[in-house]
């Protein structure tokens, strides 16, 4: 077989081992914290919803390393929004949330980066929100620790410093739709496949970057996403 072009493959280092995660979709889960729904506007437990940003949004950052965010185009409102991001091992669908956790290879540190202007326009019409999520380097991710090596994420400390100050804080056990009722809602409207991710939802604190931002997020039990706007 050949290829007119040579295909990419987005992937993801895992910890502690040689082969890579390949990346297939990015599924992001809105307003899944209950001090984040408020800040945005909303309250209440709402059904979730989900969008999807393409799998080649993701910029892979390794442990250690400090990646690097162009500032993106037609945005002076830039937002940062840290997730726990689940890598699905096992696809399905139509699967129960007594299930749901042994579909999980791991875990990583993400970023759901925001273009909170653009998106503000296109909710006000109506519109999808494609322009204000899913633009390239939207989608900051840490390496993959394996489920069985990751200690109690699902109710670890998550939390985003940006140059050396807390921005976000709070714990993964808030998230209003757990990470198993998550995977009940969204393997009953698409089938999961080997390979998506799934960025959980941001705690409250969200707010604007700019050029030369240094972010640091974390999820305890997982390696530091280091991302620097430039
Ligand atoms: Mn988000």
Not at 12 to 29: A, H
Not at 197 to 216: N, Q
Request: with cysteine; hydrophobic share 40%.
């Amino acid at each position: 077989m050949s290829y007119l072009f040579p295909p990419t493959i987005p992937s993801v280092p895992i910890v502690g081992r040689s082969e890579r995660f390949p990346v297939n979709r990015v599924y992001c889960v809105g307003r899944n914290y209950e001090d984040h729904a408020k800040e945005m506007g909303f309250t209440g437990r709402e059904p979730p919803f989900f969008f999807l940003k393409p799998a080649n949004t993701l910029v892979v950052v390794n442990a250690g390393e400090t990646g690097q965010m162009p500032y993106p185009t037609l945005t002076s409102n830039l937002h940062h929004e840290i997730e726990l991001v689940a890598a699905i091992g096992k696809g399905g669908k139509g699967i129960k949330a007594a299930d749901a956790l042994a579909h999980v290879f791991g875990y990583a540190v993400g970023l759901d980066m925001t273009r909170r202007d653009l998106q503000g326009d296109m909710k006000k019409q109506g519109r999808p929100w494609c322009i204000g999520k899913a633009f390239e380097h939207s989608a900051p991710i840490g390496p993959i620790v394996p489920a069985e090596q990751a200690g109690d994420v699902l109710n670890a400390q998550i939390a985003l410093q940006v140059n050396g100050k807390d921005r976000q804080r709070s714990t993964v056990s808030k998230l209003i739709w757990n990470l198993a009722e998550t995977i009940e809602h969204l393997s009953a409207a698409w089938e999961l496949q080997a390979g998506d991710l799934i960025y959980t939802g941001t705690p409250e604190g969200v707010g604007a970057v700019v050029s030369g931002d240094l972010m640091v997020g974390s999820v305890a039990g997982l390696p530091d996403l280091r991302i620097q706007v430039v």
